[in-house]
């Protein structure tokens, strides 16, 4: 409950700054382009642009303790990363990145009200705080018993979620290496779907989305500098724990777990935990 707790304020604070700061120089430029290009080219077109700074810059930044072989701060201290899989994991990874952003900037574009698209009429502090606290929840929620269904569904991992797992000790850019239908029902719908039930704003949802891409990528990064202390790792580790993002459904479920050496972890002992290590 504490880190949704934390979830749900840094989400808050982000898209409040974004909102106040950030974005209102850029409102001109925004309703040009998008009167230029129309709105479908113009969604996708930013769409790409948020994704590929947010996965393929930062996401790329968390990847490169993993491709220089750094042992300090590493979850699985034993577990280092096979390069040779990596490359051959990029092209399923680069076709679920655009499947990601062409589906999700068509269903937004399509679906959300004229409101939605207001540059002049940013969400404030109010509306924000309500849709992030929807959004969040959401995704917990179906993500959850998304992927517990692709884990306990025999036909469904073996066809499915699989793919997914054969990173027992992931590395950040292979947090959509999966099926693209699981990449469709379990990364994108959850994301998508909380926007939608509230209508929110596109610019909140553009801050929403590009911190989810941070995140995926962090947790899938095999650091401790991951903001769920340990929690995805160690389901990748263990396979049936941490179905969740955010460990809400998974409190409730009993199968949350941290990693040894994670200051929520009970086996956590310093750094004599991090030294011990495990090997999946």
């Given amino acids: 409950f504490g880190h949704m707790a934390a979830a749900v304020s840094g989400l808050l604070l982000l898209e409040t700054l974004a909102m106040t700061y950030l974005l209102p120089p850029w409102v001109p430029l925004m309703e040009q382009l998008e009167a230029t290009l129309g709105r479908l080219t113009f969604g996708f077109l930013l769409g790409l642009l948020n994704a590929a700074v947010a996965f393929w810059g930062i996401g790329s930044l968390f990847a490169l303790p993993a491709v220089l072989h750094c042992q300090r701060w590493k979850i699985q201290v034993r577990r280092s990363l096979d390069v040779e899989a990596l490359k051959q994991a990029l092209p399923l990874v680069t076709f679920n990145f655009l499947l990601g952003t062409t589906l999700g900037s068509f269903v937004l574009c399509t679906l959300l009200p004229e409101p939605c698209w207001n540059w002049r009429q940013l969400p404030g502090p109010e509306s ?113 724990v941490n179905f969740g993002v955010v460990g809400l459904m998974d409190s409730l479920y009993g199968t949350y777990q941290l990693p040894a050496g994670s200051q929520g972890s009970r086996a956590a002992a310093g750094d004599d935990c991090l030294k011990e290590g495990k090997d999946s």
């Fill in 128 to 240: 924000l705080g309500r849709d992030v606290i929807v959004w969040i929840l959401t995704e917990e929620v179906m993500f959850f018993y998304v992927h517990r269904w692709l884990h306990e569904s025999k036909r469904m991992y073996a066809a499915v979620h699989k793919l997914h797992h054969t990173w027992t000790a992931p590395v950040s850019l292979v947090a959509t290496y999966c099926h693209p239908f699981e990449h469709v029902v379990s990364n994108i719908c959850p994301v998508i779907l909380g926007p939608l039930l509230c209508r929110s704003h596109v610019a909140a949802i553009g801050v929403w989305i590009f911190v989810g891409l941070v995140h995926t990528t962090a947790v899938h990064s095999g650091y401790w500098f991951c903001d769920d202390h340990g929690m995805h790792d160690e389901h990748h580790a263990k396979f049936n």
